[in-house]
């Protein structure tokens, strides 16, 4: 009997430390703050990526199918809807030029979020990514004509062309 009030003490007293500010060091005091101008991002670790290279020598329907797998396969959500929709509508009209501008675009900076940031306008795009797919990019994401965008688009659409 004894026991068990014990530990019910116990455990109570632990569920308050968890609820009380992070004074004794029991429960962090770093926690999600966005782009707080407190944060000083010392936390912040960015993973180096090997830095793109353009391969001037890819036949053109090679590099339609990886930027369209590279569209779908992104390192956030809203990333892989976006772009594999923007895909999916302009990348066989593309010419060489606007291919070689988006394989730049979606394959040199290492963080997704700074893409879906440009493409939303919620922060300027950097002169070396500015230009026609960008504001391509731009206008999709928009999306003036109210379209249901929750998930990528099926491959079927590629079964079709090919028949």
């Known amino acids: 009997m004894l026991s068990s009030i014990v530990a019910k003490r ?7 430390a968890a609820w009380r500010p992070a004074i004794t060091g029991l429960v962090s005091s770093r926690g999600y703050r966005g782009d707080s101008p407190e944060d000083t991002k010392v936390d912040l670790i960015e993973i180096p990526l090997p ?15 990886r930027l369209l797998y590279e569209s779908r396969k992104r390192g956030m959500l809203e990333n892989c809807i976006l ?36 493409a939303t306008e919620a922060q300027p795009t950097p002169d070396v990514y500015q230009g026609e797919v960008m504001d391509m990019l731009k206008e999709f994401t928009k999306n003036r ?4 965008r929750l998930d990528a688009p099926s491959l079927e659409y590629l079964e079709k062309e090919n028949q």
């Open 51 to 65: 830095p793109w290279k353009e391969n001037p020598s890819e036949p053109i329907d090679i590099k339609r199918r």
């Open 83 to 118: 772009l594999s929709l923007f895909a999916k509508r302009y990348l066989n009209t593309m010419t060489e030029n606007q291919l070689k501008q988006y394989d730049r675009l979606i394959n040199e900076p290492s963080n997704d979020w700074d893409i879906y940031y440009w």
């Open 10 to 16: 116990l455990l109570t007293g632990m569920c308050q």
């Open 145 to 148: 004509n109210h379209e249901q």
